[in-house]
């Protein structure tokens, strides 16, 4: 049975624990999935191919921006299963991968180790970037599915803004949020909540991270919408130079017809000359 979501109320006062609380739940839960989320990153074998080919991760609409990267520092935010870090690699960058949960962190060393590529690693929350310098990248990437598990979206990307040198890139790649409202059915779509409720969203699941199953792990969502996103990348001190929105096919484990729907989206920005 699909697991049941619980729409959370923040207030001003105990926010700032709640979120940190909520964060710590987030990143028990990723370390119990790890091994899971492995396994599946290991049947689809993109990990092991992306190096060579970062067509297999990166979306042709981003590939433009990534053509000049060779020396480059760059920080993954988010890393996850790590096939963007692995791209950017085989891109001849110098990558950090950040990630908050220990046990991604060591399924991404050990193939990095495989594949012979040099990666720096580094656990931690990406609103708190205190491990990784002011002004040292000359990239900073996040996407795939991580601002969903992020509380303090303002945080986050004046972090992210904060690590870049002045003039740096910074680029999102995104799933769609207008593809998080939905009901489970495979026949219509329904809206389950509004576009506009941010959350936080409160599942008990298992360790399968494609699986909304009843389990024992608490697991919080945010659903941050695309200006939310625009607009915390402008404050944050970046200019935002593209935003694109692309893509409509359905996915298999996604709970509704999607087809049709905008897929993905790209932000492109850079941090501005004059800030700190």
């Given amino acids: 049975m699909y697991n049941v979501a619980y729409l959370i109320m ?11 609380d909520l964060h710590q739940a987030n990143q028990k839960r990723w370390d119990a999935a790890a091994d899971n989320w ?7 074998g993109i990990w092991q191919k992306c190096h060579e080919d970062p067509g297999l991760v990166f979306s042709p609409p981003l590939m433009p921006f990534l053509q000049d990267i060779r020396d ?13 870090v692995f791209a950017l690699a085989g891109l001849g960058a110098k990558v950090t991968s950040v990630d908050i949960s220990e046990n991604q962190l060591q399924h991404a060393r050990e193939r990095a180790e495989h594949l012979g590529l040099e990666i720096a690693f580094a656990r ?16 900073v990437f996040t996407g795939g599915h991580v601002a969903v598990w992020v509380a303090d979206l303002q945080q986050y990307y004046a972090e992210a803004i904060r690590i870049l040198r002045p003039r740096g890139r910074f680029i999102v790649e995104e799933y769609h949020p207008v593809r998080r409202i939905w009901k489970e059915s495979r026949d219509a779509l329904v809206p389950e ?10 599942y008990l699941l298992g360790d399968d991270v ?5 389990g024992s792990l608490e697991s919080f969502e945010f659903h ?3 200006s939310d996103m625009v ?15 692309y893509g409509e096919s359905g996915e298999d484990w996604e709970d509704a017809p999607m087809e049709g729907l905008p897929e993905q989206f790209v932000i492109i920005a850079e941090k501005s000359a004059l800030a700190s």
């Avoid at 492995?38 to 689809?44: E, F, I, N, Q, V």
């Avoid at 480059?72 to 963007?84: C, E, F, K, M, P």
């Avoid at 909540?193 to 941010?198: D, K, L």
Wanted: glycine content about 6%.
């Fill in 193 to 202: 909540h509004s576009y506009y409720n941010r959350g936080p969203y409160r």
């Fill in 124 to 139: 931690a929350d990406v609103t708190n970037l205190d491990v990784l310098e002011s002004n040292s990248f000359d990239l």
């Fill in 224 to 226: 941050w919408t695309i």
């Fill in 231 to 245: 607009n915390a990348t402008i404050d944050a001190g970046a200019r935002i130079m593209r935003l694109e929105e």
């Fill in 38 to 44: 492995a396994a599946c990153a290991d049947s689809r």
């Fill in 10 to 20: 923040q207030t001003p006062n105990n926010s700032e624990k709640q979120f940190s």
């Fill in 72 to 84: 480059s520092r760059v920080a993954v935010l988010g890393s996850g299963d790590n096939q963007a």
């Fill in 210 to 214: 494609l699986y909304k199953g009843n």
